[in-house]
């Protein structure tokens, strides 16, 4: 467990303040599974592995239990939830919502030269994931597509209500990648949304950013079949604390 969580403590070297690592660390270890559904979070442990102390710790697991990822249980200890597929659901539907009117008021209003350019570079940098199956590489360079899309209208808060309801849907994202999501099929639908915004077709733009959101509907049934030890209401086994740290 610590090589994997000192890596993303290292990727985060630059941004911000221990306690804002801290909890940045710990949710891209729960959406990426380095941190197992059900698996038991220990204060002290976590504290030594990252050297600093139980206070930023404790910060943290309150903000992702907040955030829906982890259960503190009194008296009995830090746990990672399962997946919730109502909270999958519904972090989809406000997703789309405002990532559909972010393309929309793109489209409408045009995108600077820069932004544009920045988007494709972004999407040529996917498709340079696909043939060494870089999952967890694209899994980034989706999450800067979509900042930048929304950074780029000068829509900083959506990208912030967007990324705070999102952290269950994140690892039904994460594990859909490859085998549910190829990246080929996420990075041509990426290539649509900015051609649709590029072209200043509104209708082209919502419907590619609307159906680029909706893929996860497809996936999410097979992705419970595959994994139901990850799931709300599954009996836990030996195989998901194998597959988080694999």
């Known amino acids: 467990m610590n090589i994997s969580l000192q890596a993303l403590w290292q990727d985060t070297r ?139 209208i000068g829509q900083e808060t959506a990208w912030k209500v967007a990324e705070e309801v999102k952290a269950q849907l994140d690892r039904v994202r994460y594990l859909s990648i490859p085998e549910s999501t190829p990246i080929l099929k996420l990075t041509d639908q990426h290539q649509a949304i900015v051609d649709g915004i590029a072209s200043r077709d509104v209708d082209a733009a919502e419907r590619a950013m609307s159906g680029h959101q909706r893929e996860i509907l497809h996936s999410l049934p097979e992705l419970v079949r595959r994994f139901p030890e990850m799931f709300e209401g599954a009996t836990t086994t030996s195989r998901a604390g194998h597959k988080a740290l694999a």
């Open 14 to 152: 630059d941004e911000g303040t221990v306690r804002q690592r801290l909890y940045q660390v710990l949710r891209q270890s729960i959406i990426r599974m380095v941190l197992a559904p059900g698996q038991a979070l220990s204060e002290k442990e976590i504290a030594e592995t990252f050297a600093v102390s139980r206070q930023p710790v404790r910060e943290a697991f309150i903000r992702l239990s907040e955030a829906g990822l982890v259960e503190v249980r009194p008296q009995r200890g830090t746990y990672v939830v399962r997946i919730s597929r109502q909270a999958v659901l519904e972090a989809r539907f406000v997703r789309e919502a405002v990532e559909v009117a972010v393309a929309r008021e793109a489209a409408t209003q045009g995108l600077d030269e820069r932004t544009l350019a920045e988007l494709n570079e972004l999407i040529e940098r996917q498709r340079r994931c696909i043939e060494p199956a870089d999952h967890d590489r694209f899994f980034l360079l989706d999450e800067a597509f979509h900042r930048t899309l929304s950074l780029g």
